[in-house]
């Protein structure tokens, strides 16, 4: 099992190396990510029906540095993932994909057009933007 | 899925309209904690802006279609996962079951945390 998981992560990696590969690599880890958060965010919140103080003291707990490490990875992973996830609905329902041509030499991915890579390269900047806006809200840097 | 018979096709038709959902309750969501109703972040995190939000119909109607909508989006994204890790009809099931009882588990706790707080039980 574990040695499948490493496989199906090394997947990503192996040559030869597309945008679009490492694409789908960080759209599941985010995504993983996203649900790990969701399942303690619900915990979290359900703390409020014990009361004031129980709510105030799960607060006090999330006023951690880590904690806000936690949230800056949250703002990049949640941004790559719904502006990426936007590309992949658009390649799905739209003829955005590329049209299928004879596999002759050199190899050129045909679903990953100028439309798509352009989409693309906005995930990656809009990524980086709020890890920017993360910082300056968090840190106040 | 699984025993309840419903088709691949049928299951990805629902996330696109998590998807769909997601896109105008998770905007409205971040609003309720910027300045939709409070001045700053700090101010909705207090216990009594919490409990107002989850007394106020509107909102509550949005936490619990956030949450139905995200959940699904993200156990269904995490059993395509798993699915690609093995294959076999045993594996199936287990992981749809799996699945299931943890879209039931994360439903049930955050819709009881909703009807408690809405009630004040």
């Given amino acids: ?141 | 899925m699984g025993g309840l018979n419903l088709g691949e096709s049928t299951l990805q038709l629902v996330n696109y309209l998590m998807i769909a959902l997601i896109l105008v309750a998770l905007p409205l969501h971040f609003a309720t904690h910027a300045f939709l109703g409070v001045t700053s972040q700090e101010e909705s995190l207090t216990y009594d802006s919490v409990i107002g939000r989850y007394r106020a119909s509107a909102t509550v109607i949005l936490l619990a279609a956030l949450l139905t909508g995200a959940s699904y989006h993200g156990l269904y994204g995490l059993r395509k996962i798993l699915l690609e890790v093995s294959s076999g009809h045993r594996w199936d099931r287990v992981v749809t079951m799996g699945i299931v009882a943890a879209g039931i588990l994360m439903l049930g706790w955050g819709l009881s945390t909703i009807i408690v707080a809405v009630t004040g039980t």
Wanted: proline share 4%; no cysteine; charged share 15%.
């Fill in chain 1, 1 to 141: 099992m574990i040695e499948r998981v490493g496989n199906l992560a090394r997947s990503v990696f192996r040559r030869p190396l597309n945008l679009e590969k490492l694409a789908f690599g960080i759209q599941r880890l985010s995504g993983v990510g996203i649900l790990l958060y969701l399942m303690m965010h619900v915990f979290v919140t359900g703390t409020v029906t014990g009361g004031r103080e129980v709510w105030e003291g799960m607060m006090r707990l999330l006023a951690d540095p880590m904690a806000d490490v936690g949230k800056l990875m949250l703002f990049i992973g949640a941004t790559f993932h719904g502006v990426n996830g936007m590309r992949v609905l658009l390649l799905e329902l739209t003829p955005l994909a590329g049209r299928p041509v004879r596999p002759d030499y050199p190899y050129r991915v045909q679903s990953l057009g100028t439309g798509q890579r352009l989409i693309l390269y906005l995930a990656m900047i809009m990524a980086g933007l709020s890890a920017i806006a993360g910082i300056f809200i968090l840190w106040g840097v």
